[in-house]
Nanobody
């Protein structure tokens, strides 16, 4: 199993930037894909961006050109980042990281991002 802990959410003004991060520990050697998803109450969780173990990336249409996903593998921890630029009020959501591994799919507890003036 993989344990995921997000951090770096917060309140930012429209047009601003934020860089949430996610630390993965545990059975990290079996991880292949990782990603960021977001969800508002009453709505389905939607893909923001994902990245394979080889570094290939995929983005949701609403964030293309504004967000960048990256991944840093260390000995005991895998770090997943989401660099967010040109933030809009509609980007306000709870953001979750996930890890697809041989042991299954695991999720973090979520980080709240609020874009408001």
């Amino acid at each position: 199993q993989v344990q995921l802990v997000e951090s770096g959410g917060g309140l930012v003004q429209p047009g601003g930037s934020l860089r949430p991060s996610c630390a993965a520990s545990g059975n990290i050697f079996s991880i292949y894909n990782m990603g960021w998803y977001r969800q508002s109450p009453g709505k389905q969780r939607e893909l923001v961006a994902d990245i394979t173990s080889g570094g290939s990336t995929n983005y949701g249409d609403s964030v293309k050109g504004r967000f960048t996903i990256s991944r840093d593998n260390t000995k005991n921890t895998v770090y997943l980042y989401l660099q967010m630029h040109s933030l809009k009020p509609e980007d306000t959501d709870d953001y979750y990281c996930d890890a697809d591994a041989l042991s299954g799919r695991d999720w973090g507890q979520g980080a709240q991002v609020t874009v408001s003036s």
